[in-house]
């Protein structure tokens, strides 16, 4: 079956802007979870959601940074007035249950880029 | 949740056995101790996932000892489509924050 997609896969954008960057989980998982990767690092956990819930958000560098999943199931970041710093992978995943010791299931990612 | 300790890099030659040991001091009762893969360019993937003694599937082995302050992944006759990055995480039962750490880099040579 599908696995987890992001959009966009690249996005270059200029400081100062806002970006929003999607991910669509595997169908009927519960939990979603967003990340963040330097290179050369592991993911950096930002924030969870259990089906809309957002229960986690303790991740989330500052108040720039927000997140939704309003139906359950597509989950946006948005990052407003990015800056350089914010250049990264940006990573999702899934799991079909809400315990925090399941299989998540990563998309490919979003690497970000901010000029 | 529990700090995680592995080391930053292996080497390794195709054929050979290759286990990559994890601390993780206070890790508490009702956490489990999971491993994952992740090769340049694509997310983590899943491997490992266990409790307390062995556990063993398709793809590696996970020997946990009775104090579980330690963990050892095992691959057997690595090949070079094994070179990734390899994470331990303590994941709590029904908590969702998951911390990956810096991982392990193993390197298979020819």
């Known amino acids: 079956g599908a696995g987890v997609s992001q959009s966009p896969r690249y996005k270059v954008t200029k400081r100062g802007q806002d970006v929003a960057l999607r991910c669509d989980p595997i169908?009927?998982?519960?939990?979603l979870y967003w990340y963040r990767q330097a290179l050369g690092q592991g993911p950096e956990f930002l924030t969870y959601f259990n089906y809309e819930a957002q229960q986690d958000k303790s991740g989330l560098p500052n108040d720039r940074f927000s997140a939704e999943r309003p139906e359950g199931s597509i989950s946006t970041l948005t990052i407003q007035r990015t800056e350089q710093r914010d250049s990264a992978m940006y990573r999702c995943a899934s799991s079909p249950q809400r315990e925090g010791r399941d299989t998540q299931y990563f998309g490919p990612g979003t690497r970000l880029t901010v000029l | 949740l529990a700090k995680t300790t592995q080391p930053i890099s292996m080497d390794s030659y195709e054929g050979q056995e290759v286990n990559i040991t994890c601390s993780h001091n206070n890790i508490a009762t009702n956490d489990y101790i999971t491993w994952y893969q992740q090769f340049p360019s694509q997310g983590p993937r899943f491997i490992i996932q266990?409790?307390?003694t062995k556990v063993t599937n398709e793809v590696a082995s996970l020997f946990i000892p009775a104090d579980r302050k330690s963990s050892t992944l095992s691959l057997p006759r690595v090949s070079l489509s094994d070179t990734a990055v390899y994470y331990c995480?303590?994941?709590?039962?029904?908590?969702?924050?998951?911390?990956f750490g810096a991982g392990t880099r193993l390197f298979v040579k020819a």
């Open positions: 169908s009927g998982h519960v939990s």
């Open positions: 995480l303590v994941a709590l039962t029904g908590g969702f924050k998951t911390i």
């Open positions: 266990g409790y307390k």
